[in-house]
Structure formats: structure tokens, C-alpha cells
């Protein structure tokens, strides 16, 4: 059971142009969520977090947008460097249950062209 | 501050055959958590250490184990290899504070092949 989804395995947008990768998830439990980025041969770098208290997150060129009735996140890059073609996943856990466990979505390739 | 180093950052062993990967995490950090990715069932949560005890395992059969040393580095080991344990297996250091929000930085990761 994916509790965490990331129905587009790929994403390609122009230098300079908005990216938007879409999140969904299951569990009503979870109330805090991350986004990683990932280049290959290494380990998932955090780019910016948003708790269930909040709906919108801003951090630089990265905002993570929450709608917690529809289950749904979204992390915007404006604007698009091709330094940003990488994996992108997003994560989520429960705060209560005391422990640090994330639950992946399956990642979102994004190209970003020159 | 130095990131969260794992060792070794790659390895090849046979099938049947046992390894060991170490994590040493972020100074500081005592919450340390392993994930094995793979192309077919991408991140999966192995397991968390905080305070030399386990505090979450994921689900994965019991020749997976780990531990962790009073210095908060944590070792994971694999027995009785099989060809599908073929992956990377990425170890993660946060403050493991209780209820908390704090985040998971991540190590390079061991890639792992069985042959």
C-alpha cells in the first residue's frame, strides 16, 4: 500500500520557467512533511519542510504548498536552473508516534533545459 | 560540521554471504535511520536507532538487523544475502528529538551488489 505518491515520474521545464511537483498521500495521520532532492550516486540532500499547521512554506527559489482536505502537496521552483535537474522526492511522517520514520514517494525526475 | 559518512560506498558479495555497513551521524545527532532504495519499491524505511535501542523497524525479514554504539554510530548487517538485496542503503542522522519535526540529513550511501 503507497501511502505516498508521486503519480509523474518525470518532469521537464524550461530555464527559467516554473516547476511544480505533485505529492499526494493516504494517511490522515501524517502531519509533517519534507522534500528531498537526489543526485545519482548520492545520498537525498533536504531542500524544505512544511507541518500540517501550516499550507504554504517558503524558502528561496522553493515553496511547498499543503491542502490537507484534498491530501495533496506541491513543491514550486521559480525559477528553474538546470543545477536543479535531479530526483525529487517527498516524505511524510507522524509527529506523534515518537519515532523518525518518513514514508518515500517513489520520486519525480526533473529536467530542467537550458 | 562534518555530514553523515557511511562506509564502505560500495560493495560486491555473493549470495549467501553476510556484510556489514557502518554510519557514523552528524555530531550531535542521536536518532540514526537506515533506508534501502531500490528502482522497484524506491526509499523503504529499514529501521531507527536512538539511544543504542531501536526505537521502529520497517518491514523486512529478520536477516536484516542493526545497532547502535554509545557514540551513536550505527552498524547494519545483512545475513544470508539473496540476489534482491541488491540496492542502496542509505543511513539518515536527526536530533531524534520525542513528537518532533526535526530533520533527516542524509549519507552517500552504501551501494550494495549481490551476486
Known amino acids: 500500500d503507497q501511502q505516498v505518491k508521486q503519480n509523474s515520474p518525470s518532469l521537464s521545464v524550461q530555464e527559467g520557467r516554473i516547476s511544480i511537483l505533485n505529492c499526494d498521500y493516504t494517511?490522515?495521520?501524517?502531519?509533517?512533511f519534507l522534500w528531498y532532492k537526489k543526485y545519482p550516486a548520492e545520498g537525498p540532500t533536504f531542500l524544505i519542510s512544511?507541518?500540517?499547521?501550516?499550507d504554504k512554506n517558503e524558502d528561496g527559489r522553493f515553496t511547498v504548498f499543503l491542502n490537507k482536505s484534498a491530501k495533496h502537496l506541491s513543491l514550486h521552483i521559480v525559477p528553474s536552473q538546470p543545477g536543479d535537474s535531479a530526483v525529487y522526492f517527498c516524505?511524510?511522517?507522524?509527529?506523534?508516534?515518537?519515532?523518525?520514520?518518513?514514508?518515500f514517494g517513489q520520486g519525480t525526475t526533473l529536467q530542467v533545459k537550458p | 560540521k562534518a555530514g553523515v559518512t557511511q562506509t564502505p560506498r560500495y560493495l560486491i558479495k555473493t549470495r549467501g554471504q553476510q556484510v556489514t555497513l557502518s554510519c557514523s551521524p552528524i555530531?550531535?545527532?542521536?536518532?540514526v535511520s537506515w533506508y534501502q532504495q531500490t528502482p522497484g519499491q524506491g526509499l523503504q524505511f529499514l529501521f531507527e536507532?536512538?539511544?543504542?535501542?531501536?526505537?521502529n523497524k520497517g518491514n523486512f525479514p529478520g536477516r536484516f538487523s542493526g545497532r547502535q554504539f554509545s557514540n551513536s554510530r550505527s552498524e547494519m548487517n545483512v545475513s544470508t544475502l539473496e540476489l534482491g538485496d541488491s540496492a542502496l542503503y542509505l543511513c539518515?542522522?536527526?536530533?531524534?528529538?520525542?513528537?518532533?519535526?526535526?530533520?533527516?540529513?542524509f549519507g552517500p550511501g552504501t551501494r550494495l551488489t549481490v551476486l
Open positions: 494517511n490522515s495521520m501524517f502531519d509533517y
Open positions: 512544511i507541518s500540517s499547521i501550516k
Open positions: 539518515a542522522s536527526s536530533l531524534g528529538l520525542a513528537a518532533s519535526t526535526d530533520t533527516q540529513y
Open positions: 555530531s550531535g545527532h542521536r536518532s
Open positions: 536507532y536512538f539511544s543504542e535501542t531501536q526505537r
Open positions: 516524505a511524510a511522517k507522524k509527529t506523534s508516534g515518537n519515532t523518525g520514520k518518513l514514508i
